[in-house]
């Protein structure tokens, strides 16, 4: 399989490895098994950069690591520490793939959409941008990634995170902060409908006005505010940006509703 990236420094501890066939146009990760059995799995264009963050997160780490190790004292406490982030995250990843349900969701959109949707929340690049690059209108760039992000219901969402130990807010491209202290790992419609309609409030917002801004219509999203029917992701995530807030505060997995 061919690969154009670069090798990059790893934690030991760290046994997957994701690969890139340009030729074939395929992603796939390779680890070995509990037997020792090498595996190699493909997987979506999302795992693959979500992969990929972790790996660059991880360079940075142990680039910092480098920098400050002559004022740092070695004991087996803090080594222990040092690694213990990538075994937790190298124990859930398996559990991630495995998960057939997490991985169709994901795995559904069309691969226009994944590069749509990695160029908007993961490159923080603007609509009209894209537009540009691929030589059509940003209305439809928007469409594409309305539609992609949105196959990805929020409850499957939400379980990926659970799954990697990351925030919604992470995941969706607000942070580069992977991880917060969790309150509660499901998320309830009634809750989010309560920090939805709190949010609207405080600002004088009509549920018109907001229903504009997030591209639904006014009678949905009365019923998400009432917590008769749950909120979809993408209309999630623009609320989130329009207001600055955390979606993981909007789904009460967290306190504070800032950004991290």
Same mark, same amino acid.
């Given at each position: 399989?061919?690969?154009?990236?670069?090798?990059?420094?790893?934690?030991?501890?760290?046994?997957?490895?994701?690969?890139?066939?340009?030729?074939?146009?395929?992603?796939?990760?390779?680890?070995?098994?509990?037997?020792?059995?090498?595996?190699?799995?493909?997987?979506?264009?999302?795992?693959?950069?979500?992969?990929?963050?972790?790996?660059?997160?991880?360079?940075?780490?142990?680039?910092?690591?480098?920098?400050?190790?002559?004022?740092?004292?070695?004991?087996?406490?803090?080594?222990?520490?040092?690694?213990?982030?990538?075994?937790?995250?190298?124990?859930?990843?398996?559990?991630?793939?495995?998960?057939?349900?997490?991985?169709?969701?994901?795995?559904?959109?069309?691969?226009?959409?994944?590069?749509?949707?990695?160029?908007?929340?993961?490159?923080?690049?603007?609509?009209?941008?894209?537009?540009?690059?691929?030589?059509?209108?940003?209305?439809?760039?928007?469409?594409?990634?309305?539609?992609?992000?949105?196959? =990805?219901?929020?409850?499957?969402?939400? #379980?990926?995170? &659970? %799954?990697? !130990?990351?925030? @919604?807010?992470? $995941?969706?491209?607000? /942070?580069?902060?992977?991880?917060?202290?969790?309150?509660?790992?499901?998320?309830?419609?009634?809750?989010?409908?309560?920090?939805?309609?709190?949010?609207?409030?405080?600002?004088?917002?009509?549920?018109?006005? =907001?229903?504009?801004?997030?591209?639904? #219509?006014?009678? &949905? %999203?009365? !019923?998400?505010? @009432?917590?008769? $029917?749950?909120?979809? /992701?993408?209309?999630?995530?623009?609320?989130?940006?329009?207001?600055?807030?955390?979606?993981?505060?909007?789904?009460?997995?967290?306190?504070?509703?800032?950004?991290?």
């Amino acid at each position: 399989m061919r690969d154009n990236r670069p090798k990059r420094r790893k934690y030991k501890d760290n046994p997957y490895t994701i690969k890139y066939d340009e030729k074939l146009n395929k992603y796939s990760v390779a680890f070995f098994d509990s037997k020792g059995i090498k595996q190699s799995i493909e997987i979506s264009y999302e795992l693959y950069c979500l992969f990929d963050r972790f790996e660059l997160d991880d360079l940075s780490e142990l680039n910092e690591y480098d920098r400050h190790i002559e004022h740092v004292e070695h004991t087996d406490e803090s080594l222990y520490n040092k690694t213990k982030k990538v075994r937790t995250i190298d124990e859930d990843v398996e559990e991630s793939i495995l998960n057939e349900n997490i991985y169709k969701a994901i795995n559904r959109l069309s691969d226009t959409q994944k590069k749509r949707i990695k160029m908007y929340y993961f490159e923080d690049m603007t609509l009209e941008e894209i537009a540009k690059i691929e030589k059509t209108t940003f209305q439809a760039i928007s469409k594409s990634i309305k539609n992609g992000i949105d196959n =990805i219901p929020l409850l499957k969402l939400n #379980d990926f995170c &659970n %799954y990697y !130990k990351v925030s @919604l807010d992470y $995941i969706c491209g607000l /942070t580069n902060v992977k991880k917060i202290d969790i309150l509660n790992k499901e998320i309830d419609s009634v809750i989010i409908g309560n920090n939805l309609k709190d949010v609207r409030l405080k600002k004088n917002d009509t549920q018109e006005s =907001i229903a504009n801004i997030i591209q639904v #219509d006014q009678s &949905n %999203y009365s !019923k998400y505010e @009432l917590g008769k $029917i749950l909120i979809h /992701t993408y209309p999630l995530i623009e609320f989130a940006k329009h207001y600055n807030i955390s979606i993981d505060w909007l789904c009460g997995k967290k306190e504070n509703f800032n950004i991290d």
